[in-house]
């Protein structure tokens, strides 16, 4: 079966960008030539995103469709802000993996299957009662259908390997063709190859035929090669990252910026783990992990060690976060710094862990018991996860607080290639602590940032007891006196409130800083907004972007800023708690986009929200 | 001036700070207290080094109390506390105070955990059998049948034993102590202070208001020789008064009988070894009256304690790698600046 179907670009055209989507069992490799073909069109001077979905079973049996893994890649000429709201191209390396990803396709995109995969039996375990190739099922797309396990055992066929194991480099093989079909250099790819199997040289060996060979068939059938626009990229050292990595190293770095030791302490969850795996593989640079017993035991370990002068973080997703509320009013009553990282998942409870969203907001600033203010950041971005967690750090540091940092699985999962940033360039967090025994107090304060004097174990002559009680004001002993109670509240309060006069002038991310419409966002919905205000900008649309990383407090500035915009938009993947905020805060005329369904914001959805808005006369 | 303060010998009055002590007249506690204070002084504590940690009841106030570091954190949760702070620091003499609700209740995952990775620290569990601070529930170390505000029929809870509990989570020095046995306290907390790695004592507290007496079974002069049995390492593990009662070995039941000594079975008295473990865990399930009630050091059997990579192990750990060199991990390029 060889069917080249529906109608393809012209011959040497050029295309601006392109979203490919690898589908397949979760044994296939899918998510290992997602992120090549993403290493590849890099080194193709191409901006690019990419995201990884996983099935939530852990090993579900092969051919069924929640069996299926899925990869998507966003590439091309332009800066690239998205995964893409359609697919240009599927690949799907079995019937389950068609049936479960056709929607994402566009329609007249090109599908390239491995039809020696198309059988009766996986047929029925997909939910097909025929070949989806022959009842119509596909009509009005461009078909490849290649026996592509044939010719992979076919291409690996001398190098010796047994048939389970030649059959492995299929994904390859299909890669080697998207490679032809989008001009991608192969070296990158092979090098990778050779590094990764250099124990295993047959099996290198093996992938590196299957991937020519796949190339290769694209010249032989009517495959058409297509040009993609290039970037001139930033001069720089890059690495492809996803905001897990970033937001781990930002940790790290923000432990060097502050000469403290990192101790993160956490128990596993989806999707936070991976920035518990990732720092647990940094301990040679001096980075201690620890994996609690749960959750409350984590973010009190992390407690203890800033008691002990350490950088004490811990990380959760929703429902471990709820555990932990109890422990963060103790760190805001003994006012110690802690960083509290939030992968968000779509709940309530188990709710839907692999999915993303953006509701625990609410949970973020109105938590925990009694008036236990604390500072709340929100990165949207691997980018921005490095630099939140460093500022994190900063305002723990410095004001002597819990800081709850939101990321959700979506920023935590997706990837992009990143400058890295030169840690020796970026600003010190010098905190020092007390060492004075002289009339010591532990509850003595800075007069600029409220922030309480921190004197650490093994400090002689500044041994202290604190803990939840309330605290006299002017002596840190223990006190029930009705007007102090009064006083530490509002000083608890002021001190957070006083973090914005360190919180830089918030400016719109695009556009002018007044008009007729804002788009306000904060987190991940980051790209899909960006990239919505970019192209009805271009239209000649006004509107503006503005993007909140201070979600307590704001920027000194954002209620000035947001009152010179007539409309206020504000997309989340929840059901509306930061526009609720808003409104708190006296913005009237805020208006809610929302959407719950595990996935983020198309571009379409929220340009067609602003134009929605916008009157004729605004283009 | 810091070397001074260092290397003075410090008294037990040393220890004391400002704070007015607000237990109860009478409370089992302010013994323990003394005892506390006495033991940092003869084992020459370094005040700015050692850190007391507790969570929440009438004894994890405790901390207030001792001129040293101190966290009075949240209900159950001061052995993850303290875990923090060793991570952080692994130099620092770091003591868990404890109660039966706060250790065995709430906090009993923490203690659990605390024990079998086997931390270097000391933690002292006031076992009262009630929640002094609450008012005087019962807790899980109450006997069947204990009346109090929340059970008022009698409690049908079984008790949790928690020296046990300390044996059956992998703990490697268990010791109990009593509130009114002063000399045989201070002992059993030098002993867990010089143990390296997690040092459980139980230390039976009376609560004056909620529970008083409740110990009296094997604690009361009346009933200190037939009903307690002080152990010692190396000695015989006899009791009763002129010592006429002994601990055998009963094959049939893989366990211990309390006999009466005659000439022969004289002969067939264990003897304590703190480094048996099955000895150790015979000795804490023993119950009174058909049993006495076994106090002092029950199991001191040192075990690998608790190091973690980038922490304790630090110098193993730490390779020449920065984090510039991680970030270049993976798939990192470089672009140039075009001319
Ligand atoms: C989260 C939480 N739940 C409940 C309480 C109330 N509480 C305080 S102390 C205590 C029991 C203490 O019992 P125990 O540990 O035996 O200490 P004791 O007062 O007997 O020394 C309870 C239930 C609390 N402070 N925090
Ligand atoms: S209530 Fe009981 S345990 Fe608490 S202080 Fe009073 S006597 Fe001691
Ligand atoms: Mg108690």
């Known amino acids: 079966m060889n069917v080249v179907e529906g109608t393809k670009p012209p011959e040497g055209s050029t295309v601006e960008t392109v979203v490919v989507r690898f589908a397949g069992d979760s044994g296939d490799g899918i998510q290992v030539i997602g992120s090549q073909l993403g290493l590849a069109s890099a080194m193709a001077e191409n901006d690019l995103g990419t995201f990884p979905e996983y099935p939530s079973e852990v090993r579900a049996p092969v051919g069924t469709t929640y069996g299926v893994s899925a990869y998507q890649v966003h590439f091309g000429g332009r800066p690239i802000k998205t995964i893409g709201d359609e697919a240009d191209m599927l690949v799907a390396l079995n019937p389950a993996a068609l049936k479960t990803n056709l929607d994402i396709l566009k329609k007249g995109g090109t599908i390239l299957v491995d039809s020696g995969t198309f059988t009766q039996r996986n047929f029925e375990k997909a939910g097909y009662s025929a070949s989806p190739l022959e009842d119509g099922t596909l009509d009005g797309y461009r078909i490849l259908a290649p026996d592509i396990s044939k010719l992979t055992l076919e291409s690996v066929a001398d190098i010796g390997l047994n048939r389970k194991a030649s059959l492995r480099c299929k994904n390859f093989w299909a890669l080697g063709l998207v490679y032809w079909m989008y001009g991608r250099d192969r070296q990158p790819t092979i090098a990778w190859l050779e590094h990764k199997f250099a124990g295993n040289k047959d099996v290198a060996t093996a992938n590196i035929a299957a991937l020519n060979a796949g190339h290769a068939y694209g010249e032989t059938v009517e495959a058409t090669a297509l040009e993609v626009a290039r970037i001139t990229p930033e001069p720089g050292t890059y690495n492809f990252v996803t905001g897990y990595e970033a937001l781990a190293w930002g940790l790290a770095a923000a432990a060097e910026l502050s000469g403290r030791r990192l101790v993160f302490s956490s128990y596993p969850i989806t999707p936070a783990s991976p920035l518990l795996h990732t720092l647990a593989r940094l301990s040679d640079i001096g980075v201690t992990t620890f994996q609690a017993e749960d959750e409350i035991a984590a973010i009190c370990a992390a407690i203890g060690v800033s008691f002990a002068g350490g950088l004490g973080v811990t990380s959760s997703s929703g429902p471990g976060i709820a555990l932990k509320q109890e422990a963060m009013s103790l760190a805001v009553s003994a006012e110690l710094p802690l960083i509290i990282v939030n992968t968000q998942r779509a709940g309530p409870s188990t709710g839907m862990p692999t999915k993303t969203e953006q509701s625990d907001l609410n949970q973020a600033l109105y938590g925990r018991h009694g008036e236990s203010p604390l500072a709340v950041l929100a990165a949207g971005s691997p980018a921005e996860c490095f630099e939140m967690a460093i500022e994190a750090a900063r305002i723990a540091l410095t004001y002597m607080t819990p800081v709850i940092l939101l990321s959700d699985g979506f920023v935590a999962n997706s990837s992009s290639p990143w400058i890295l940033p030169d840690i020796d360039q970026l600003p010190r967090i010098d905190v020092a602590n007390h060492a004075e025994p002289e009339s010591f107090n532990p509850y003595d304060r800075d007069p600029e940032t409220l922030a309480r004097t921190w004197a650490v174990p093994g400090t002689p002559g500044c041994e202290h007891r604190i803990g939840g009680i309330e605290k006299d004001f002017a002596t840190g002993h223990i006190s029930y006196e009705p007007d102090n109670h009064q006083k530490m509240t509002d000083v608890r309060a002021d001190k957070i409130a006083g973090i914005a006069k360190s919180i830089p002038r918030l400016e719109p991310d695009q556009g002018p800083a007044e008009g007729d419409l804002a788009v306000v966002g904060w987190g991940s919905t980051y790209g899909p907004i960006s990239r919505a205000v970019t192209n009805l900008r271009a239209r000649n649309y006004s509107v503006s972007h503005i993007h909140l990383h201070h979600l307590r407090p704001f920027a000194a500035n954002q209620g000035n800023l947001l009152a010179a915009f007539r409309r206020i938009l504000v997309p989340e993947m929840n059901t509306g708690q930061l526009a609720a905020l808003l409104r708190a805060e006296g913005c009237t005329n805020v208006e809610a986009l929302n959407k719950m369904t595990g996935r983020p914001f198309q571009v379409a959805e929220i340009e067609e929200a602003i134009l929605s808005r916008l009157e004729p006369g605004d283009e | ?339």
């Open chain 2, 1 to 339: 001036m810091n070397e001074q303060l260092t290397s003075t010998k410090l008294t037990a009055a040393d220890f004391a700070t400002d704070q007015e002590v607000r237990w109860c007249p009478g409370c089992g506690d302010y013994a323990i207290l003394k005892a506390v204070r006495t033991v940092l002084a003869e084992v020459g504590a370094r005040r700015e080094n050692t850190v007391f940690v507790s969570g929440i009841g009438c004894s994890s106030r405790f901390p207030y109390y001792i001129d040293t570091y101190g966290f009075h954190t949240i209900h159950g949760r001061a052995p993850a506390v303290a875990t923090g702070m060793l991570l952080a620091n692994p130099d620092l003499d770091v003591w868990i105070v404890t109660g039966d609700g706060d250790g065995l209740s709430i906090g009993g995952n923490h203690l659990l955990h605390i024990l079998r990775r086997n931390l270097n620290c000391q933690i002292l569990l006031f076992n009262n059998e009630t929640y002094g601070l609450t008012k005087g529930q019962y807790s899980p170390t109450s006997h069947l049948a204990t009346r109090s505000p929340s059970s008022p029929g009698g409690s049908i809870d079984n008790p949790v034993d928690p020296s046990s509990f300390a044996l059956g989570c992998g703990a490697r020095f268990v010791a109990r102590g009593v509130d009114t046995q002063v000399k045989q306290l201070t002992e059993v907390l030098k002993a867990a202070y010089h143990h390296k790695g997690a040092a459980f004592v139980e230390i039976f507290q009376n609560c004056i208001v909620f529970n008083e007496d409740v110990f009296d079974g094997f604690t009361a002069k009346a009933n200190l020789a037939e009903h307690q049995l002080q152990v010692e390492p190396g000695k015989p593990l006899v009791y009763g008064t002129d010592g006429s009662r002994g601990l055998v070995f009963d094959p049939a039941a893989l366990g211990l009988r309390a006999a009466e000594l005659s000439e022969d079975s004289a002969n067939d008295v264990l003897v304590h070894d703190p480094g048996n473990y099955n000895l150790a865990t015979a000795l804490a399930r023993m119950t009174n009256p058909e049993f006495p009630m076994a106090t002092g050091v029950l199991y001191d059997d040192p075990g690998p304690v608790y190091t973690v990579q980038g922490a304790q192990s630090d110098a193993a750990a730490r390779t020449d790698r920065t984090l510039k060199d991680a970030m270049r991990s993976g798939f990192s390029w470089k672009v140039d600046r075009k001319s």
